[in-house]
């Protein structure tokens, strides 16, 4: 019961990051980002180039790629979203919808579908207070809190961060104080980037690396950042924790194939009975 | 050759219908199906297992495989009571459609998972000599193609028709006029749901044999291309885009034979890619599809002459 709670808990936590990227795209772009899954799996697939195939250690490769990612989700921006930018938030999702099948067949081109996993060595897992835990799951928890503080220290703490709030919560009133919205997006692209390549690596980690690796988890995240309310990076956090407990509670008592549920019945609940999600703001229609 | 285009005739056919009953939902009603696989999964699996399991007849099962789609689809619009954005709904669908593949891979004892389900028996195969049968087939396509299109027609201009354009447009003018928003969304998605049934009974009957991989989230990309290229809300482009769409998909097959060191699944890959591009491309450059919706429309120019 502890073991499963903390198996739980690490994969909540790995869902943070993709749910924080999810959030902060809602904020900013003001629709659902669907390519996001596919996002991550091609990020995994680039840092498993460098590390698997080029030799290079897996954190010197996340980190470059997460760098070059951002980069790569900003040129992805201006090719496909700009163009559609005003045209309601239904065409730029089925346009998200089809550049998530590019992108995951993209990977599925270079890679195949072989499962294949990081060149990293075998540790023993360690036991504490009768939990087995292994690297794996240490380094995913670590890195998960410190990107989690990060993202609060850069939308608190940073002219970027309070103007992507300032656009998130009202673009025209950001507009009229000199922030210009383009600007912004390409940052919040950027930041969601680096975002997705640290949470496919991770993926990539607890499971494997194959094509579908990303949007396996698309329901989930979406369930953890509306549970906690879209457009609140706490919210997207807590709820990311509480949906992993969750689905890896359900499996004592259903089977395991079907933690996917847990989410959805998370989405179908909070729509029902709290539509702004745990920390959102309630939503005024304008 | 010809037995080849009668055959990928009749898949275009139950494409079309699929498309149809997207367009019902998305182009006309403004309601988002990202779980269409899923419910096209849910509508061939539920035709099948009425005929195997259940002992129904052909036409019993298809009936009966509308209902279920209906009402699943009815489900899940029930969800928009409170919270009528078309994102959210967009997400829950979309966890829907995941949860009726998942069934369908895992409930071994029901649907054989991934071996898939064998021996579907096809709509008055016992009657009509086999030479023949797949004449008969794309006749029957033909027909459940038009008598969709008919009954989508006519209900797209009646009244209810022009509640759920409004819908679309403006959800809180809707229901200002007294029109009971959630009621009318649910019967949409719920009459949308049947015929995507009625496409997943045509698809069963036609391969004869159904496994979880036939219906990939690739259904989705062509359906939602195949209405954007015919004009969102347009019955005929639907059609139209779905014939484009099925006749690209199934020509791509050839690629193989031209380009020899593609191996099946990168040859799958090219070919998703390429309908994801184009999706991208229509959208960027030709949104309002290369076909119209059906609009009553008075010519003021010559009307205001005839009165004068």
């Known amino acids: 019961m502890l073991q499963t709670a903390f198996n739980g808990v690490v994969s909540g936590v790995i869902m943070t990051l993709p749910a924080l990227a999810v959030t902060l795209l809602f904020g900013v772009l003001k629709f659902p980002n669907f390519a996001i899954?596919?996002?991550?799996?091609?990020?995994?697939?680039?840092?498993?180039?460098?590390?698997?195939?080029?030799?290079?250690?897996?954190?010197?490769?996340?980190?470059?790629?997460?760098?070059?990612?951002?980069?790569?989700?900003?040129?992805?921006?201006?090719?496909?979203?700009?163009?559609?930018?005003?045209?309601?938030?239904?065409?730029?999702?089925?346009?998200?919808?089809?550049?998530?099948?590019?992108?995951?067949?993209?990977?599925?081109?270079?890679?195949?579908?072989?499962?294949?996993?990081?060149?990293?060595?075998?540790?023993r897992p360690f036991r504490f207070l009768d939990i087995r835990m292994n690297r794996e799951q240490m380094i995913t928890l670590a890195i998960s809190a410190a990107a989690m503080l990060a993202m609060w220290f850069l939308l608190t703490r940073t002219p970027v961060g309070r103007a992507m709030r300032a656009v998130a919560?009202?673009?025209?009133?950001?507009?009229?104080?000199?922030?210009?919205?383009?600007?912004?997006?390409?940052?919040?692209?950027?930041?969601?980037?680096?975002?997705?390549?640290?949470?496919?690596?991770?993926?990539?980690?607890?499971?494997?690396?194959?094509?579908?690796?990303?949007?396996?988890?698309?329901?989930?995240?979406?369930?953890?950042?509306?549970?906690?309310?879209?457009?609140?990076?706490?919210?997207?956090?807590?709820?990311?924790?509480?949906?992993?407990?969750?689905?890896?509670?359900?499996?004592?008592?259903?089977?395991?194939?079907y933690r996917i549920g847990i989410p959805l019945a998370a989405i179908a609940l909070v729509l029902v009975f709290r539509p702004q999600g745990l920390f959102g703001q309630p939503y005024i229609r304008k | 050759m010809i037995s080849f285009l009668v055959l990928m005739s009749i898949v275009v056919c139950f494409s079309?219908?699929?498309?149809?009953?997207?367009?019902?939902?998305?182009?006309?009603?403004?309601?988002?199906?990202?779980?269409?696989?899923?419910?096209?999964?849910?509508?061939?699996?539920?035709?099948?297992?009425?005929?195997?399991?259940?002992?129904?007849?052909?036409?019993?099962?298809?009936?009966?495989?509308?209902?279920?789609?209906?009402?699943?689809?009815?489900?899940?619009?029930?969800?928009?009571?409170?919270?009528?954005?078309?994102?959210?709904?967009?997400?829950?669908?979309?966890?829907?459609?995941?949860?009726?593949?998942?069934?369908?891979?895992?409930?071994?004892?029901?649907?054989?998972?991934?071996?898939?389900?064998t021996g579907i028996p096809r709509p008055l195969s016992d009657v009509i000599p086999s030479d023949v049968y797949v004449y008969f087939l794309l006749g029957l396509s033909i027909a459940l193609l038009l008598a969709t299109l008919w009954v989508l027609n006519v209900l797209a201009r009646s009244p209810f028709g022009r509640i759920v354009r409004a819908l679309r447009e403006d959800d809180v003018v809707a229901a200002t006029l007294g029109k009971n928003v959630l009621w009318a969304r649910v019967r949409i998605f719920a009459i949308g749901g049947a015929f995507i049934g009625l496409a997943g009974s045509l698809h069963a009957f036609y391969y004869q044999y159904i496994d979880p991989t036939q219906f990939s989230n690739i259904v989705i990309a062509y359906a939602f291309m195949a209405v954007i290229a015919g004009g969102r809300g347009a019955h005929a482009g639907a059609i139209l885009g779905a014939a484009v769409v099925m006749v690209l998909l199934e020509g791509s097959r050839f690629l193989k034979d031209v380009i020899p060191w593609l191996d099946s699944d990168r040859l799958a890959a090219i070919r998703i890619i390429i309908i994801g591009v184009g999706l991208i491309l229509l959208l960027v450059f030709r949104p309002q599809g290369f076909l119209r919706e059906h609009r009553l429309?008075?010519?003021?120019?010559?009307?205001?002459?005839r009165r004068s």
Do not use: H
């Open chain 1, 37 to 123: 899954g596919a996002m991550m799996t091609c990020a995994a697939y680039l840092v498993f180039a460098l590390n698997a195939q080029l030799g290079w250690p897996l954190s010197v490769s996340t980190a470059l790629i997460a760098l070059a990612f951002g980069g790569v989700c900003i040129l992805i921006d201006q090719v496909t979203f700009k163009p559609l930018r005003g045209r309601g938030a239904i065409t730029l999702m089925v346009a998200s919808l089809g550049l998530g099948f590019i992108l995951e067949n993209v990977a599925r081109f270079g890679y195949g579908n072989t499962a294949r996993s990081f060149a990293i060595e075998l540790a």
């Open chain 1, 169 to 257: 919560d009202n673009p025209q009133l950001a507009l009229v104080r000199g922030i210009e919205a383009e600007r912004i997006i390409r940052w919040t692209w950027f930041i969601t980037g680096m975002l997705l390549a640290v949470g496919g690596v991770l993926i990539g980690m607890d499971r494997a690396l194959e094509p579908p690796m990303g949007s396996n988890y698309l329901v989930s995240v979406f369930g953890a950042a509306i549970l906690g309310g879209l457009g609140s990076p706490l919210g997207a956090g807590i709820g990311a924790l509480l949906i992993g407990v969750a689905s890896e509670l359900s499996t004592l008592v259903m089977p395991p194939n």
């Open chain 2, 16 to 117: 079309a219908i699929l498309a149809l009953a997207l367009n019902f939902q998305w182009g006309l009603g403004g309601m988002v199906n990202f779980g269409l696989a899923g419910f096209y999964t849910l509508g061939a699996y539920a035709c099948a297992l009425l005929i195997l399991k259940g002992g129904a007849n052909t036409f019993f099962a298809t009936l009966g495989a509308m209902a279920v789609v209906a009402i699943a689809c009815a489900l899940t619009a029930l969800v928009t009571l409170r919270v009528t954005e078309e994102d959210y709904f967009a997400i829950v669908t979309l966890g829907v459609g995941e949860v009726l593949r998942l069934v369908s891979l895992n409930e071994d004892w029901l649907t054989k998972g991934a071996l898939g389900l």
């Open chain 2, 297 to 305: 429309q008075v010519d003021l120019a010559t009307a205001t002459m």
